[in-house]
């Protein structure tokens, strides 16, 4: 079955530092789809991505996805304690959530 | 987006119980998805449901589990008979335009 696998599993980052976090698919994904969870929160859709190579930016998050369609990241520029939480990227075709990258950010 | 709210916030069982957990989107939307979440571990997927039919299913999703939409605007996620192991979050959500919406979840802890 898919597989889609995240790293790092974790990062701890000085704030100010950037961050980034990575998906890799065994399958072409027909999209992926970031989410945000937060501390004792529930998953928060961020992004979807759909067409090879994409590009997406949201101020000061940054997705690509693969031109293969396998693998995506996220970029985060100048990390606040704001971005606190666990980053999870999904493939689309049957949900199937990456384990996660837990981002944290000492002030 | 979307409002999704689950009942309950929090169910405590005992070991061999059933539990039905309920999701219960604002609007209409014909598909739903469950997932799981043990403590400080990955979301998992169970099972999504569409147009009142199971579409998918994981294999965490045995026959212990269930879901159902009795009146047509709950979904409710049933398990037989609860082990130790089903203790996690469990999270409703709805797909609206390609995108998923997720309720605060139902933390279950069977002792």
């Known amino acids: 079955g898919q597989q889609v696998m995240q790293i790092p599993q974790y990062q701890h980052v000085q704030e100010g530092e950037d961050f980034t976090t990575y998906c890799n698919s065994s399958t072409t994904l027909s999209n992926i789809q970031w989410y945000k969870q937060r501390p004792g929160g529930h998953p928060v859709f961020l992004i979807q991505l759909v067409k090879s190579g994409e590009v997406k930016k949201q101020k000061r998050l940054t997705f690509q996805f693969g031109e293969a369609k396998k693998n995506s990241s996220l970029h985060i520029t100048a990390t606040q304690t704001t971005d606190v939480g666990t980053y999870f990227c999904a493939g689309a075709l049957d949900m199937r959530f990456g384990a996660g990258t837990r981002l944290t950010v000492k002030p | ?111």
């Open chain 2, 1 to 111: 987006e979307p409002e999704v709210t689950q009942t309950p916030s929090h169910q405590v069982t005992q070991m061999g119980q059933e539990v039905i957990l309920r999701c219960v989107p604002i609007s209409n939307h014909l598909y739903f998805y469950w997932y799981r979440q043990i403590l400080g571990q990955k979301v998992e997927f169970l099972v999504s449901f569409y147009n009142n039919e199971i579409s998918e299913k994981s294999e965490i999703f045995d026959d212990q589990f269930s879901v159902e939409r009795p009146d047509g605007s709950n979904f409710t996620l049933k398990i037989r008979s609860t082990k130790l192991e089903d203790s996690a979050m469990y999270f409703c959500a709805i797909r609206s335009k390609d995108t998923q919406y997720f309720g605060p979840g139902t933390r279950l802890t069977v002792l």
